[in-house]
């Protein structure tokens, strides 16, 4: 069992590329993103503009802007993850003309990722057709001491010649949103002027977004050295509108090396204590910095990052990297700079415009990264989401729903942000959208805080926050649910599950499925729990709540009866049908398509392309029914079932029965469904599917196996996902009850896997090898808590 493929080179702190591949530019620009949580900037060259090979781009978490477009006659309405300024821009101009470097002769390329210390390096030696051979430098990073600098230097050496050189270095607000193909028809401008222009050793840029009105404002500090010695190089301003720029010129001698060093100062009007963005910047750029001090402050941080959150794999190299280069993804994403920002958990990170920065369900994966680690950033999470519980109770009101329906996808104020209309590439139409039904994504919120508090026992978020917003979610499933005279139970019609291929029954007009197997029983597992948070709730604290949001304890009555009298389709004995009716939907004969499509991940589109519709077929873009058996255990989900009167022969051939109706019907059109299928080939004691599944996961983003979509931003999901089936997996470790469990199964080929939580206050680090486990509790605090390695009890 190996990992190793592909053409990226796998030291383990490092995503290294040795030649320059234009096609696959793109897709290494998200890679080597760097990010602090408050921005993220795409591993673009410096002297790149936007084409069919570059993508330069930066984002700040939270920072959208609502504009409409028209398609067919019809103005709708996008809101868009706004890219920002570009703040690396960098020109090389030798003896008055200028160079692309990459449209030279390469001698030697190097694209690196340092992922230990977030520092993005490029160097480049090139012959241009004059025949001077010079060698560039660059290196980056978005500081995660400060998170408003950004910090770049650029080397150059002419290496058998010497010229003047010009460095022109700007901060580019004339860029628009272009970064997904699909999105190419819809408006695309964001950014207004406001002003531009220098100062003191240096540039300034300010821009406005032309429908939310966040002011952006940038500054950009230059320096020349030589030898490490500062030198005067001569000043040639360039600006003009939205384009700060200064052409920045040395007599450069042969074989010396000249380094800019650009530090940008970001500020938005959306930052904390901010009343004036320009102003911000400004004053960042007035210390006493340099390069080397941000990069000295930069790495400490990341140091103290990774000894939370490093996960030591041995005996597998390509494990080893991809998992850090997906942690430091994630942490690139979201971090305690987010906090104060009021941002989500963008599903494709600030990698990319894909899915606009929307907010999704994908918090379900992504957030057990976090808790365990990184609590104070899922809580910033969690309380993007409480802060919009006001436009999510009135979104529930306009449905005719009580309680809070959060919206499917999510933005800067919470409404919903699901177009109506989507692009097919297969067929090149715009097909209705009806996605916006998949209100699972309020069992998500609800699952979140409650995993949240479980890990962290974090007593006062769950009665200042927590506790208001599962009581709106409990409310708004009861109110969903319809009791059905005819059988006595509980119902709830007209939503989508979390396969998305299915939006609505073929014979019916309006959108929407009856009793989603997964929404029911995750449903009657929300009221449960939440009767259990009742319960133990203080009666001072629990009347405060009820008092809140108007709530009287009858309404209670109705949950606990829901608990036992939910309706769950089945197909048959033991095997639970996706929704009402799917066995009566037609069989899709994948070879067929398989060998006229080739890759059928996304049946959905084909079908649509071909005048059919994958409503009509049992097929299903990713997990639903057996997302159950990934959120709760299946024990868990046989003791539900067991609840409402549905008798389970055993749990494991009830698990493997669903499993393998389910996995011939499913496409994996999305990189969530492999992390499912992993961790349920694992439950069912199939460790070479577990491990495959495990495979394609890590390989998804890196190698971008659906074919373009992680050039658009990285899936956050299928990232925190793969690095959970390490520690879920591989580790068997599972908390449950505030008791750790291990179970080890290491891969063969694996000797050692080393991780550390962070488990209600206190700090624990786990090493497990072929023939050991070791659980290191720290000194400080209470007692540990309960430790079991494969049942046996270590503590007690
Ligand atoms: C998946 C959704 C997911 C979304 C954002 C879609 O392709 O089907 O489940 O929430 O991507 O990642």
């Known amino acids: 069992m190996s990992t190793e493929t592909g053409h990226v080179s796998s030291k383990e702190w490092n995503l290294h590329y040795k030649k320059f591949t234009p096609q696959e530019e793109k897709l290494r620009e998200t890679l080597s993103t760097i990010g602090n949580g408050y921005f993220g900037t795409r591993g673009a060259f410096e002297g790149s503009h936007a084409s069919s090979t570059h993508y330069p781009a930066t984002y700040i978490a939270g920072l959208y802007n609502k504009v409409p477009s028209t398609v067919h006659g019809k103005e709708i309405f996008n809101t868009d993850f706004v890219n920002c300024p570009n703040w690396l821009l960098v020109q090389l101009i030798i003896d008055d003309e200028e160079i692309n470097p990459l449209e030279c002769d390469l001698e030697e390329y190097i694209h690196d990722l340092d992922i230990r210390y977030a520092l993005m390096t490029r160097r480049i030696k090139f012959k241009d057709p004059k025949g001077r051979i010079t060698e560039i430098e660059s290196r980056r990073f978005a500081s995660m001491d400060n998170p408003h600098y950004a910090a770049l230097s650029y080397s150059v050496t002419p290496l058998n010649y010497s010229a003047k050189i010009g460095l022109k270095s700007s901060l580019d607000g004339t860029i628009i949103n272009a970064g997904v193909e699909r999105y190419k028809a819809l408006t695309s401008r964001h950014l207004t002027p406001v002003d531009q222009g220098h100062i003191d050793e240096g540039i300034y840029l300010q821009v406005e977004t032309n429908q939310s009105h966040v002011q952006i404002a940038m500054c950009a500090r230059h320096h020349v050295f030589l030898d490490g010695k500062r030198i005067d190089p001569s000043i040639d301003q360039a600006t003009t509108e939205a384009f700060a720029s200064e052409l920045i010129s040395f007599d450069a001698v042969e074989n010396k090396t000249y380094t800019l060093e650009k530090i940008v100062a970001i500020s938005t009007s959306r930052d904390a204590l901010t009343a004036s963005p320009i102003d911000k910047a400004r004053a960042l750029l007035t210390r006493d910095i340099s390069w080397e001090h941000l990069y000295y402050r930069h790495r400490i941080q990341w140091r103290l990052a990774w000894r939370m959150s490093d996960i030591r794999i041995e005996g597998d190299s390509f494990a080893q990297m991809v998992t850090r280069l997906y942690a430091y993804h994630l942490m690139a994403t979201s971090s305690t700079h987010t906090q104060s920002m009021d941002a989500g958990m963008p599903a494709r990170g600030l990698h990319g415009e894909a899915y606009r920065g929307h907010i999704f369900w994908d918090s379900l994966y992504v957030l057990p990264f976090f808790y365990r680690r990184f609590p104070e950033v899922a809580k910033g999470a969690l309380l993007y989401r409480y802060r919009r519980l006001d436009p999510a109770r009135t979104y529930a009101l306009e449905y005719g729903y009580k309680g809070a329906m959060f919206p499917w996808q999510s933005a800067e104020d919470g409404h919903e942000e699901t177009q109506i209309i989507h692009y097919n590439p297969v067929s090149g139409l715009w097909d209705p959208d009806l996605s916006s039904r998949q209100r699972h994504v309020s069992i998500a919120i609800f699952y979140n805080v409650w995993e949240y508090y479980n890990y962290t026992q974090d007593e006062d978020f769950l009665h ?71 319960d133990r709730a203080p009666e001072m604290l629990l009347k405060r709540a009820f008092e809140k949001i108007g709530m009287d304890k009858e309404e209670i009555a109705t949950w606990r009866e829901m608990t036992t009298s939910m309706y769950v389709p089945f197909i048959e004995k033991d095997l639970m049908s996706q929704f009402e009716g799917y066995e009566k939907l037609k069989e899709v004969d994948f070879e067929a398509y398989r060998k006229k499509y080739g890759n059928i991940s996304r049946m959905d589109r084909i079908l649509k392309s071909e005048n059919d519709s994958p409503d009509d077929y049992q097929v299903a873009k990713q997990a639903d029914t057996l997302m159950l058996f990934y959120v709760l255990s299946p024990d868990e989900v046989v003791r539900l079932l067991g609840r409402l009167g549905y008798e389970i022969c055993d749990t494991d051939t009830f698990l493997r029965k669903n499993y393998n109706y389910y996995i011939k019907r499913t496409t994996h059109g999305s990189t969530l469904s492999k992390i499912v299928h992993a961790s349920i080939a694992h439950h069912i004691g199939n460790h070479k599917e577990a491990w495959n599944w495990y495979v394609e996961a890590l390989k998804s983003d890196i190698y971008d196996t659906q074919g373009g979509t992680t050039t658009e931003g990285i899936h956050c999901g299928v990232m925190a996902g793969a690095i959970k089936l390490v520690t879920f997996v591989f580790a068997g470790l599972t908390f449950e009850e505030g008791r750790i469990e291990l179970a080890p199964a290491l891969p063969e080929h694996w000797k050692r896997l080393g991780f550390r939580l962070r488990l209600r206050g206190r700090f624990y680090s786990i090493e497990v090898s072929q023939s050991e486990v070791v659980v290191r509790a720290d000194e400080q605090g209470e007692r540990p808590l309960m430790i079991r390695v494969d049942k046996k009890r270590l503590t007690s």
């Open 464 to 534: 200042d926050y927590g506790m208001e917003m599962m009581l709106e979610v409990s409310r708004f499933w009861t109110s969903v649910a319809e009791k059905d005279p005819k059988d006595n139970r509980y119902h709830i019609r007209g939503i989508m599950g979390p396969d998305e291929f299915h939006e609505k029954y073929p014979d019916r007009e309006e959108g929407g499925l009856d009793d989603n197997t997964y929404t029911n029983v995750m449903t009657v597992w929300l009221l449960e729990k939440m009767l259990e948070i009742i």
